[in-house]
């Protein structure tokens, strides 16, 4: 995690009470939701990648994956918005996260095997 202090990241471990958004088992790690990549950086800019609402706790790389929205510029977009406009922090989150379930259970319907 670039750029966070340890306070930071203990408040956002401490807010979701130390488990993986996806899972609730125990968090390890902090997973971007927009990659910390050097393009997204460019497109995003830094105050976005490393910004507090950018990330979510994980337990495991395969969770840190889900998390992250990948190349979906819609998303990313709205979550750049929501950063930027909304002023109550928890408001923010809550639509984040929302943004964030939707991603994780649209991949998780993609990758179920048909019988």
Do not use: W
């Not at 902090?30 to 830094?46: D, E, F, P, S, V």
């Not at 840190?64 to 709205?78: E, L, T, Y």
């Not at 922090?89 to 939707?102: M, T, Y």
Request: charged content about 20%; some cysteine; proline content about 2%.
């Amino acid at each position: 995690m670039q750029n966070k202090t340890e306070f930071e990241i203990l408040s956002i471990h401490q807010y979701y009470s130390y488990t993986c958004f996806v899972c609730n088992e125990a968090s390890t790690q902090l997973a971007h939701i927009i990659g910390a990549t050097n393009l997204n950086r460019k497109l995003y800019g830094k105050r976005i990648i490393d910004h507090e609402l950018n990330v979510l706790p994980a337990c495991s790389l395969k969770h840190n994956d889900m998390i992250d929205i990948g190349r979906n510029s819609v998303i990313a977009k709205q979550i750049v918005s929501i950063i930027d406009t909304l002023d109550d922090l928890s408001d923010k989150r809550e639509a984040i996260n929302s943004l964030v379930i939707g991603n994780i259970k649209a991949h998780q319907s993609k990758s179920v095997p048909m019988a």
